[in-house]
């Protein structure tokens, strides 16, 4: 079966300093991968998604830049965080239509 | 592209009774509709999905039924419990794009 793991669980960094979650699914191949962020309370925004390795599409223009360096590995980062990055950070995966999410990362930004 | 509105986007259902989100899409081509239920603090998870082909789908207490013509989906939770209580994402897709295109969100609350 498909597993997605995220890392780390959470992160609490000062405005700033540079970003990097990790994202990993296994069982599966040549998955589509997305990272999604979710403010406090509100709802889901699409901010990267990739069809394949090396293959990154951005939905929102910002300070946040994506990689998948392997096939089922896919990275977040930032080289300096704002305030604004606060949030719930989900990654997930998608197989022909059903898309399944990780555990997240909430990342606070101080 | 494709744009999904949801309501409501709170409500409040004694326990046992039902509750019904909606949801309406824009795109004619759409033909996947997952709806998802994300706890405090959790990972959104799929909890029932249906495909153009289909008006109704039934899993236990929760059904999804699907109007084509009208652009319009909605999800039923019968006989609620407690443990219902979450906030609900409708999306929309057509098989043939890579993104999901989700609803704002439904926060529901089961009153004891």
């Known amino acids: 079966s498909q597993t997605i793991h995220q890392w780390p669980a959470t992160l609490v960094q000062p405005v700033g300093s540079p970003l990097s979650l990790e994202c990993t699914v296994e069982g599966t191949s040549n998955p589509n991968l997305y990272w999604y962020r979710q403010a406090a309370g509100r709802g889901l925004q699409l901010l990267f998604y990739?069809?394949?390795?090396?293959?990154i599409s951005s939905e929102v223009p910002q300070n946040l830049s994506a990689s998948r360096p392997q096939d089922r590995q896919f990275i977040l980062s930032s080289k300096k965080l704002l305030l604004s990055d606060s949030g719930f950070y989900l990654c997930?995966?998608?197989?022909?239509?059903?898309?399944?999410f990780g555990p997240g990362t909430r990342l606070t930004v101080l | 592209g494709e744009n999904v509105e949801q309501h409501p986007s709170t409500l409040s259902v004694q326990e046992g009774d039902s509750a019904v989100i909606k949801c309406t899409y824009s795109d004619s081509a759409s033909n996947y509709f997952p709806w998802y239920k994300q706890e405090l603090g959790k990972r959104p998870q799929l909890i029932i999905d249906i495909r153009s082909n289909v008006g109704e789908k039934k899993d236990q207490r929760i059904a999804v039924t699907l109007n084509k013509t009208a652009k319009h989906f909605s999800l039923h939770i019968t006989e609620t419990q407690p443990e219902d209580s979450a906030v609900y994402f409708c999306?929309?897709?057509?098989?043939?794009?890579?993104?999901?295109?989700f609803g704002t969100g439904t926060r529901l609350t089961i009153i004891p």
């Open positions: 997930a995966w998608s197989r022909v239509a059903e898309q399944f």
């Open positions: 999306a929309a897709n057509n098989f043939g794009n890579e993104k999901l295109t």
């Open positions: 990739s069809v394949g390795i090396g293959q």
